[in-house]
């Protein structure tokens, strides 16, 4: 059975128009995935934040779940991928699609 996940964000306030987003879609199976959206300001790598983007791990909005709705606000969608335990020399691929909603 594949696994696949996606995270995704649309602009929808008034002053957007009809919004527009991104979604990030992770197209590996068999390996298990964690999705959720986290603030800019926590993934920031340059800021005075949390700088999870130099991290394997999140700052997630609403523990992680996945369906998480959030306020309006700055966000960046994390797709974490766990590829288990590796031994010396081994490889594994993981694909991710972006596509404009």
């Known amino acids: ?15 957007f128009g009809n919004g527009n987003g991104l979604t990030l879609t992770g197209l590996t199976s068999p390996f298990a995935t964690q999705k959720f959206p986290e603030k800019f300001v926590d993934w920031n790598p340059l800021g005075a934040g949390k700088q999870t983007a130099r991290s394997t791990r999140g700052a997630p ?25 590796m031994k010396p020399g081994e490889t594994k691929t993981v694909t991710f699609v972006y596509m404009l909603i």
């Not at 059975?1 to 929808?12: D, E, F, P, Q, Y």
């Open 61 to 85: 909005q609403g523990g992680g779940s996945g369906n998480t709705e959030t306020s309006l606000g700055d966000f960046v969608g994390r797709l974490q991928v766990f590829l288990n335990d």
């Open 1 to 15: 059975m594949a696994n696949i996940a996606s995270v995704w964000g649309k602009r929808v306030a008034p002053n």
